[in-house]
T-cell receptor
Framework: ETGVTQTPRHLVMGMTNKKSLKCEQH?????MYWYKQSAKKPLELMFV???????ENNSVPSRFSPECPNSSHLFLHLHTLQPEDSALYLC??????????????FGPGTRLTVL | DAKTTQPPSMDCAEGRAANLPCNHS???????VYWYRQIHSQGPQYIIH???NNETNEMASLIITEDRKSSTLILPHATLRDTAVYYC?????????????FGTGTRLTIIP
């Protein structure tokens, strides 16, 4: 248990569906992240939020839309996805204290399958 | 951030020390070496990090060569639960650089 929870743990959706992934951190951190891990590919950063402001968008297609309403919650809204978007989506959080965070705490991930 | 090179896989007998190497020959003076691991179907877990001195915590030790071009993560008494993919990451530590760039890592298998 890392203090970062993700729901749902598994999701199957069609290409025309709209769904959302939720992440919640119980650590009092002020930065949150979305990562994508496709089969046989390295983990890749998608988005970074510092103090609820998006500071990085790693050239992610617009069919992925993040939302960070407060420092404890992070959402990833999904619409019109493609089968190649099937992957493990991981959320992480960290505490920024004037220098880069030493440690990012990861959730267990959401396994997404797009049919 | 500097790139890293790790062997794709390694085996280690249970109870022995597991030594995982990482090459980062292009590392800059202000770049730290971080290690994370990912147990199957879980999110990555932070292990340890260092700049130029050797570091030790309750999970592992990190040995960085004097020229900082390579490092070794040591799990002193490997258990079956240490079977995972281990990632060596090099990055600058400074406000605004929160990005972790993962490579393909080393798949460590602990053998009973």
């Amino acid at each position: 248990e890392t203090g970062v929870t993700q729901t749902p743990r598994h999701l199957v959706m069609g290409m025309t569906n709209k769904k959302s992934l939720k992440c919640e951190q119980h650590l009092g951190h002020n930065a949150m992240y979305w990562y994508k891990q496709s089969a046989k590919k390295p983990l890749e950063l998608m988005f970074v939020y510092n103090f609820k402001e998006q500071t990085e968008n790693n050239s992610v297609p617009s069919r992925f839309s993040p939302e960070c309403p407060n420092s404890s919650h992070l959402f990833l809204h999904l619409h019109t996805l493609q089968p190649e978007d099937s992957a493990l989506y991981l959320c992480a959080s960290s505490q920024l204290d004037g220098r880069a965070a030493v440690e990012q705490f990861f959730g267990p991930g959401t396994r997404l399958t797009v049919l | 951030d500097a790139k890293t090179t790790q062997p794709p896989s390694m085996d280690c007998a249970e109870g022995r020390a597991a030594n995982l190497p990482c090459n980062h020959s292009t590392i800059s003076g202000n770049e730290y070496v971080y290690w994370y691991r990912q147990i199957h179907s879980q999110g990555p877990q932070y292990i340890i990090h260092g700049l130029k001195n050797n570091e030790t915590n309750e999970m592992a030790s990190l040995i960085i060569t004097e020229d900082r071009k390579s490092s070794t993560l040591i799990l002193p008494h490997a258990t079956l639960r240490d079977t995972a993919v281990y990632y060596c990451i090099v990055r600058v530590e400074g406000f605004g650089n929160e990005k972790l760039t993962f490579g393909t890592g080393t798949r460590l298998t602990i053998i009973p």
